[in-house]
């Protein structure tokens, strides 16, 4: 079993910047595809961005891609996304996602291909 936390959402302005981390647990996640999913009020979650386990690959959603960046260090378990320029269209939920693969550069968009999720942490920006 895999356990996954999130931490950095808060409070930013429009044009802000935020660090999403993601803590992982109970296995290393060196050998696991990961992914970062929004949830906003009233709407589906939805695919922000995506990195292999080799960290060789990456995925961006539309929405996000120049602005977001994934990254993971597998020494520390841990998965980031860095969020700059931050509008009032990303405020939701922010959770991590990790699957696992034998596939080196493979990423995953879909909420379905995961098999692990953390719990979200709030991300609000005003404008």
């Known amino acids: 079993q895999v356990q996954l936390v999130e931490s950095g959402g808060g409070l930013v302005q429009a044009g802000g910047s935020l660090r999403l981390s993601c803590a992982a647990s109970g296995r290393t996640v060196s050998t696991y595809a990961m992914g970062w999913f929004r949830q906003a009020p009233g709407k589906e979650r939805e695919f922000v961005a995506a990195?292999?386990?080799?960290?060789?690959?990456?995925y961006y959603a539309d929405s996000v891609k120049g602005r977001f960046s994934i990254s993971r260090d597998n020494a520390k378990n841990t998965l980031y996304l860095q969020m700059n320029s931050l509008e009032p269209e990303d405020t939701a939920v922010y959770s991590c996602?990790?699957?696992?693969?034998?596939?080196?550069?493979?990423?995953?968009?879909?909420?379905?291909?995961?098999?692990?999720w953390g719990q979200g942490t709030q991300v609000t920006v005003s404008s």
């Open positions: 990195i292999a386990w080799s960290g060789r690959s990456t």
């Open positions: 996602a990790a699957r696992g693969t034998q596939l080196p550069g493979a990423v995953y968009r879909g909420v379905r291909d995961y098999n692990y």
